[in-house]
């Protein structure tokens, strides 16, 4: 099979899982969930969303921020290189995996990847256990695990995370990610026409800095759903552990995660198909 047939068949392969995965319809419980979250929401007023909106904005820039000077985002880079250099021996930086065959891409992610869901999955156990600290910091931990599974893709496909236009695309990627389904399509399209609307050299972000929108605040309500569920699941207790709410935790925290990282993934992996 030629190189642009195989791009061409990849690209179908990814049209596919956008129609079967962003049309899924809702249920009615979960329509019924989304009108009470935005019923709630919208008694704070508008310049109160506006607030929480810039702040869990900032947040996230500083995690990705703290992220990328810490000795792990060095130490990702480095291995990337590494695993590369198994296909390749003259990778030298991650510009050069554009020179890769998407396939060997996609086994490199996989194998980052699967430790990154191991990683979700105890970070949810270790929540389910359970504790007014753990559920604290549960939110926080979970979106330092996602924004890092979305750097390590995007290091994979070819794309230097240092450069402000990416890591910008990763912030919004997230925000996609995260939203409920409903609204996810919408802000695929959006983020793709964004990404082919900035030049190929620029190396700053020209679009819109604002990252979490009203949408996302449904998420919110979920996170605090899942620890009311988590501290009443602790009481069950079995030979002296909260076995059912660390159960429970852990589950969720993976099925999130393998949300993320299936969205990402085909993210970046259109993204590198498109610029060939």
């Known amino acids: ?8 068949k990849r690209l179908d392969e990814i049209k596919r899982w956008e129609e079967e995965y962003f049309i899924q319809e809702a249920s009615d419980i979960a329509k019924s969930y989304q009108i009470w979250s935005e019923r709630i929401f919208n008694q704070l007023g508008d310049a109160r969303k506006r607030k929480w909106l810039s702040k869990m904005d900032d947040c996230l820039f500083h995690l990705q921020a703290w992220y990328q000077d810490s000795r792990s985002y060095e130490d990702t880079h480095r291995r990337i290189i590494q695993y590369a250099r198994i296909f390749d021996a003259s990778m030298t930086t991650i510009d ?13 992610a996989e194998q980052l990847m699967a430790k990154q869901r191991m990683i ?6 270790l929540t389910g256990m359970g504790g007014a600290f ?8 979970m979106a330092l695990i ?23 695309y990763i912030l919004k990627l997230f925000h996609v990610a995260t939203l409920p389904k409903s609204y996810q399509a919408a802000e695929w399209d959006k983020l793709f026409a964004e990404v082919e609307g900035q030049l190929g050299d620029d190396i700053f972000y020209q679009g819109e800095d604002s990252i979490f929108q009203d949408k996302w605040m449904e998420q919110l309500m979920k996170q605090l759903a899942k620890s009311f569920m988590i501290t009443m699941l602790r009481k069950k207790v079995i030979q002296g552990m909260p076995l059912i709410g660390m159960a429970a935790g852990a589950g969720l925290n993976y099925r999130f995660s393998q949300q993320v990282i299936e969205i ?13």
């Open 1 to 8: 099979m030629s190189q642009h047939s195989n791009r061409e």
């Open 96 to 108: 050069d995996l554009h020179q890769l065959p998407i396939e060997q891409l996609d086994y490199l």
């Open 120 to 125: 979700a999955f105890g970070q949810g156990g």
């Open 134 to 141: 753990l559920l604290a910091v549960d939110l926080p931990a």
């Open 146 to 168: 996602q924004l890092r599974s979305l750097q390590q893709l995007a290091l994979v496909y070819g794309y230097d995370t240092r450069r402000p236009a990416e890591m910008m």
């Open 264 to 276: 990402g993934q085909h993210f970046y992996q259109k993204r590198r198909l498109l610029s060939v």
